[in-house]
Nanobody, 126 residues
Framework: QVQLVESGGGSVQAGGSLRLSCAAS????????MGWFRQAPGKEREGVAE????????HYVDSVKGRFTISQDNAKNTVYLQMNSLKPEDTAMYYC???????????????????WGQGTQVTVSS
């Protein structure tokens, strides 16, 4: 079992930045994929970025490439999402998720992830 707690959401104007944090506890000694997902009202959940805590490989959805950066601090069991040049369309509830260690490929698909945090709201005004 893995428990995830997100923080760092808030309200910013377009062009601003936020850094989200996801602190993991429980079974954190195994390498695995960790991801950030978001869901806006009336829209489907969308995979934003993911990172493998063992090899450091990353994937991003096209709409955030060049603006968002996912990173990790293994000593703190924390994954971050640095979000720059924010746009109103980035407004959503952002969720951290963790896959089981045996998942070799997750491809930003929510159904591949097994553990979810409660979410943190990001609101970007124009």
């Amino acid at each position: 079992q893995v428990q995830l707690v997100e923080s760092g959401g808030g309200s910013v104007q377009a062009g601003g930045s936020l850094r989200l944090s996801c602190a993991a506890s429980g079974n954190t000694y195994s390498s695995r994929w960790m991801g950030w997902f978001r869901q806006a009202p009336g829209k489907e959940r969308e995979g934003v970025a993911e990172i493998h805590t063992g090899g450091g490989g990353t994937h991003y959805v096209d709409s955030v490439k060049g603006r968002f950066t996912i990173s990790q601090d293994n000593a703190k069991n924390t994954v971050y999402l640095q979000m720059n040049s924010l746009k109103p369309e980035d407004t959503a509830m952002y969720y951290c998720a963790a896959a089981k260690p045996d998942r070799l490929w997750v491809g930003l698909e929510g159904y591949e992830y097994n553990y979810w945090g409660q979410g943190t709201q990001v609101t970007v005004s124009s």
